[in-house]
């Protein structure tokens, strides 16, 4: 198998786990909390909406954090007069939204591995 091969999926099985981490992880780290207390217990509905509304926040503070990074890498790639790197992001990012399209469709989950 050539390196390049093998670097690639090293690369997607990286960036795959940081997906999960990313997008998965609070979640499962809120279910998991939420299991703690008796399963008759029900919370009032302020409290669960709180505790919704903080992990939207959460959720959506990450997005808005990666964005801004990745958006000033490709910011700095631009400069540099890096567009075949640009080109080939691109390239892969679009490959990645149709695979993800492909699974929802599908009704799975491609990069989590859950359905």
Do not use: D, K
Not at 2 to 11: G, V
Not at 54 to 61: K, L
Not at 108 to 115: D, I
């Amino acid at each position: 198998m050539a390196q390049s091969a093998l670097i690639a999926a090293f690369l997607a099985g990286l960036l795959g786990g940081l997906h999960c981490l990313a997008m998965c992880g609070g979640y499962v780290a809120a279910l998991a909390a939420g299991r703690e207390q008796a399963p008759s217990a029900i919370l009032p509905a302020r409290a669960l909406f709180f505790r919704q509304a903080a992990a939207h926040a959460g959720r959506i503070g990450s997005y808005v954090a990666l964005g801004a990074l990745l958006g000033a890498a490709g910011g700095a790639a631009l400069g540099a007069s890096w567009v075949p790197v640009q080109r080939t992001l691109y390239i892969a990012a679009n490959t990645l939204l149709l695979i993800l399209a492909i699974g929802v469709a599908r009704g799975v989950s491609p990069f989590c591995g859950t359905s």
